[in-house]
């Protein structure tokens, strides 16, 4: 129905009809639908190549089935990417055309390079950790001198009780915040409820959408959101090790409200539904769209529970489901700010370990020594490290380009209102990495 509508609009473009601009942007739209298709078609055959790589797919299911049978090789796959990327370059739509077609019109290209780039490490390339991070996500995150972390763990551990070294002492202080197993579903429903309801104040979500938890073991993520389509999620936690009841509201905000599962149903919502838009009913993880996916759900965090809030709630509702002393919240949470600092020589670890300047063992105790992770902890990490590669900078770095944006746009912690609006609208478009900058 659909399609028929709009071969006709641009039948009446082209044969000199007198189009209003409305109906010339809406051709110029969608003109790029046949593209789009191309697109999808593409992510699917690669992803019989690489188990990892198609996150989430809600499209037509014939076109899985379609890639299943067919398994097209590799040389195949780059080839039909190269004409499409052609393809995409003749079809630039007007400068002066619509914001969100332009968008539209750049998220496909990037998302092609970062396909062709996927195809050529599938295929035996080899690229830096930062020549893989800025094809793939189209950002490069930040190199840091140790001695910037060597500081901020010399205030931690002025700061923490006990004696050993600051590791030792750090996971002692953490081990009073653990949540005991029994008690990890109740606290996770009342994080959910208390992301949820904040999310609602200020996002209109269609009243059909939802998601499942699943506690699952042997993963090396702590948290992962399977977008299913008909807005609904599965969300799975890793109860490998201990989790911190920091990770309660961390966890439902970036899985659920409004991180990813949020994101999920407004893409669905906006740009599939509303718009046909089909490239969005696929997401190829190892593409720029995952800057902005785990950029946004950190960020949404924030946006949801900025800091005095968030340790009100934390003492009334989570620390009580978790049967933990509500009198500790606000130390432990003044303790993460300072370990938070510590972030991105995770990115570092990561960086010297693909490089090969690290091997794995080293790479833990890089992670162990300069972000404090616990060495059951670290070892999880690498194993990420291995499978995931440079998608690690999507979370901080991600973090980082996102909150800039949102402020650049006006909404900043002291507007919450303005916040929440710029925070939706990004979330609803196509905009990628290189667009948060100066955009
Ligand atoms: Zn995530």
Redesign the pocket.
Known sequence: MKRVCLLAAIAMVNSGCLATVEDGRRAEADSMNPLAERYVKLVLALGQHDSDYVDAYYGPPEWRTAAETEKRPLAEIDKEAIALQQSLASAAPAAHGEEIVRLRHTYLTKQMGALRTRVAMLSGGKLTFDEESKALYDAVAPTNDPATFERTIQELGKRLPGSGSVLERYDAFRSRFIIPRDRLDATFKAAIAGCRSRTLQHITLPPSESFTVEYVTNKSWSGY?WYQGQYKSLIQVNTDLPIYVDRAIDLAC??GYPG?HVYNVLLEKNLVRDRGWVEFSVYPLFSPQSLI??GT?NFGIDVAFPSQDRVAFERSTIFPAAGLDPAGAAEYYDVLALVDRLSYAGNEAARRYINRQLDATEAASWLERYALYSPPRAAQRVRFIDQYRSYVINYNLGKDLVKQYVESQGGTASDGAKRWQMFERLISSPRLPSGLVGG
């Open positions: 959101n970036h899985e990813h996916a785990e759900a």
